[in-house]
């Protein structure tokens, strides 16, 4: 089957041709909000930062918000702040130009003169680069180009029975086709991080694999707590899974069995093809944030209890560990791995269903999250709001 | 007679998951490896959940996927329900530091 995609000037290439409207602060996310309103079509992304962050933190915030405004998926951004904010507008404007996105536009809410008035000149803007997205046509494009995004969540103990080796099954075959995808979830792998580091390309990427773990659990042994509670949570638990350790060994599975190129931290993007882990918690949306920032352009999420969420930029593929909780949440399920559980079906059936999926996914057929609105976005921050 | 349906992830496994409902006094035949193993089921199992195929005394490791899951808190008796009331994370404990 062929690829059609969107290449875009700098040599990267996107599956949606999307106008994204994006908050720099909490304080411009109303007229963010009020922008996309207008123009019915475009995306706004808001969140609760922007401010009073520091070093590693505010870089981290940043970097996130500019994986965003140049992503591939994105056609043209809008940047709104406020004007007075530390994560300013027009440096994220400039940094996303720099990183190759030719359609940035910025409001600065101070400037213009308060809501009303940034928000008909944003929507100008915004109604302007929804007319030039309609016309940029759908091109072939090569497997080599994409970055798939791995995730879990709301698991269960079928996860690591049918959706999460499925998910690796495709992934393998991504990596084999010269693609690249991200396994991340770095809480989630406490117990099966030998597994993956003894599938790294070399010596580096080993050791990097127990620091990043190693680094992760000294922050919680550091809060004197037990995981249990967090990690699994409740719902993982009532789903039959015990300890971090039996979940992790389920979660691993989403990264096949392929080698291990390298690892990255949050919101960075890969330098190497193939395999490629991301330093992210085990929050799904602080996660998949990271992996799309990074430049994922595809997600898959696997659900045992079953969950909603999307991303405003990338399409998001759910995987559903049960037929249960399939027709149960049908609203929000793409696929069923569950005739696995069952017998009905074999890891490597399902796992070709789902790169069938994947491939029309990417050329156009929009997911269950996509239709239904589902927009959800947090970055995951690593300092204090100061 | 009729066998609930469960699996044993790997043949190093002393626990074996139930991919349906099984009552207590269910019997379950399961395979490990090679061997076709047989067990009664002590309690109410949950879809998904776990239970002993053997005897695991109280801080023996606890094995699923081949791989160690956690330690048992109790003695554990085979067809007894494997969960948190009974096994112990062995990571990130910080309240044990």
Redesign the interface.
Same mark, same amino acid.
Do not use: W
């Given at each position: 089957m062929k690829l059609m995609g969107y290449k875009r000037a700098n040599g990267t290439v996107g599956v949606r041709n999307h106008v994204l409207i994006l908050s720099t602060i909490v304080c411009a996310n109303h007229v963010a909000a009020g922008i996309e309103k207008q123009v019915p079509g475009s995306v706004s992304v808001t969140h609760q930062h922007g401010c009073a962050h520091v070093g590693a933190d505010y870089e981290q915030v940043l970097r996130t918000l500019v994986g965003f405004a140049a992503h591939p998926n994105v056609y043209a951004t809008l940047v709104v702040g406020l004007g007075c904010e530390e994560v300013e507008a027009e440096k994220v404007a400039e940094a996303a130009r720099k990183a190759g996105q030719q359609n940035v536009a910025v409001i600065i809410i101070q400037k213009e003169g308060g809501t009303l008035k940034a928000i008909a000149k944003g929507a100008g803007y915004a109604r302007e680069f929804m007319s030039q997205a309609s016309q940029v046509a759908r091109e072939e494009i090569r497997m080599e180009d994409i970055i798939l995004a791995t995730e879990c969540g709301g698991s269960?103990?079928?996860s690591?029975?049918s959706a999460n080796p499925s998910l690796g099954y495709c992934s393998d075959k991504m990596v084999e086709l010269g693609g690249t995808a991200i396994l991340a979830e770095t809480?989630e792998l406490?117990?099966?991080e030998h597994?993956l580091a003894d599938r790294a390309a070399d010596e580096t990427v080993r050791k990097r694999v127990y620091e990043v773990i190693n680094r992760m659990?000294k922050k919680?042994?550091?809060? /004197?707590?037990?995981?249990?509670g967090a990690?699994p949570s409740p719902g993982n638990?009532e789903?039959?899974i015990?300890?971090?350790?039996?979940k992790s060994?389920?979660c691993v599975y989403k990264g096949g069995e392929s080698t291990l190129q390298e690892v990255i931290d949050y919101a960075y993007k890969p330098t190497k093809k193939g395999l490629v882990w991301m330093d992210t918690p085990g929050h799904d949306i602080e996660q998949l944030v990271g992996m799309v920032a990074g430049g994922a352009q595809v997600v898959i999420f696997t659900t /045992?209890r079953g969950t909603p969420t999307g991303s405003p930029i990338a399409p998001v593929i759910k995987v559903a560990t049960?037929t249960?909780t399939y027709e149960n949440m049908i609203d929000n399920m793409d696929v069923n791995a569950g005739m696995i559980?069952?017998?009905d079906e074999t890891i490597a059936e399902v796992g070709e269903r789902l790169f069938t999926e994947m491939v029309e996914v990417m050329n156009g057929k929009l997911t269950k999250a996509e239709i239904l609105g589902h927009h959800e976005f947090g970055i995951n921050r690593i300092g204090p709001t100061v | 007679m009729l066998s609930y349906?469960a699996?044993m992830?790997s043949g190093r496994d002393n626990v074996a #998951?139930?991919?349906e409902e099984i009552p207590a006094g269910g019997r379950v035949s399961v395979r490990k490896g090679e061997e076709q193993l047989g067990v009664e089921i002590k309690e109410h199992i949950?879809?998904?959940?776990?239970f002993a195929m053997e005897p695991i005394a109280a801080g023996t490791k606890?094995m699923?996927?081949g791989?160690?899951?956690?330690a048992a808190s109790q003695d554990i008796e085979p067809g007894r329900h494997?969960? #948190?009331h009974n096994?112990?994370?062995?990571?990130?404990?910080?309240?044990?530091?």
């Open positions: 269960d103990a079928c690591g029975l809480t406490f117990g099966a597994l659990e919680i042994l550091d809060m /004197g707590v037990d995981l249990r990690q638990m789903g039959g015990t300890t971090i350790e039996e060994l389920g /045992g049960n249960y559980v069952t017998g | 349906k699996v992830m #998951t139930a991919l949950p879809f998904g959940h776990k606890v699923k996927y791989q160690v899951i956690g494997v969960h #948190t096994v112990e994370s062995l990571r990130g404990r910080g309240d044990k530091q």
